[in-house]
């Protein structure tokens, strides 16, 4: 028997610009922050329960990932998803097994996943992967991904058999306070 598995393509939230700061380095803005939060509640509330996150190296990602509240999930720190393209991210997806099974935190059973990045790799991902890509949803994802956004896809490949066009684009939430 076939098992869904939900995947959560989440873009940092909106980030500062300090003089000197290497682009790594570049902290959240308080609205980024804000709204990384918005974006937490949003997935608590119409993903449920995140198994396992993958997330970028860069300060935003990770300051994004700790704003949303899920900081306490098992999570695996990739600089290949900082500047990452479609394909570096999904052969980062596809290792999701290898990265969560016999960790510290007990073996990890990853239903849904969520990774944590940057613009265009993360909207790409979720381009890459939807089997149509001319839904009104996957249209919205290829307008525009602004920051804190989400894409939620659905696939029932294991995560190692994930492959472009293996999934379905089932969810697209830009949270803000005015929603």
């Known amino acids: 028997m076939a098992t869904t598995r939900t995947l959560v393509l989440m873009r940092h939230g909106k980030s500062g610009y300090p003089d000197g700061v290497p682009d790594h380095e570049r902290p959240l803005a308080t609205r980024g922050e804000r709204e990384a939060g918005l974006a937490g509640a949003w997935i608590a509330e119409h993903v449920g329960r995140v198994d396992a996150v993958l997330c970028s190296t860069a300060l935003r990602t990770r300051e994004t990932l700790a704003a949303t509240g899920l900081g306490d999930t098992p999570t695996r720190f990739e600089r290949d998803i900082y500047g990452g393209s479609a394909d570096e991210i999904i052969d980062e997806i596809r290792l999701t097994d290898t990265y969560f099974a016999g960790t510290n935190t007990a073996d990890v059973t990853v239903s849904t996943l969520m990774v944590v990045g940057h613009e265009p790799g993360i909207p790409w991902t979720a381009l890459e992967l939807a089997a149509d890509d001319d839904t009104d949803i996957a249209r919205e994802v290829r307008h525009r991904f602004p920051t804190s956004a989400i894409a939620v896809l659905t696939?029932?490949?294991?995560?190692?058999?994930?492959?472009?066009?293996?999934?379905?684009?089932?969810?697209?939430?830009?949270?803000?306070?005015d929603q």
């Open 155 to 177: 696939t029932e490949k294991t995560w190692a058999e994930l492959a472009a066009g293996s999934a379905t684009i089932t969810e697209f939430c830009i949270p803000r306070a």
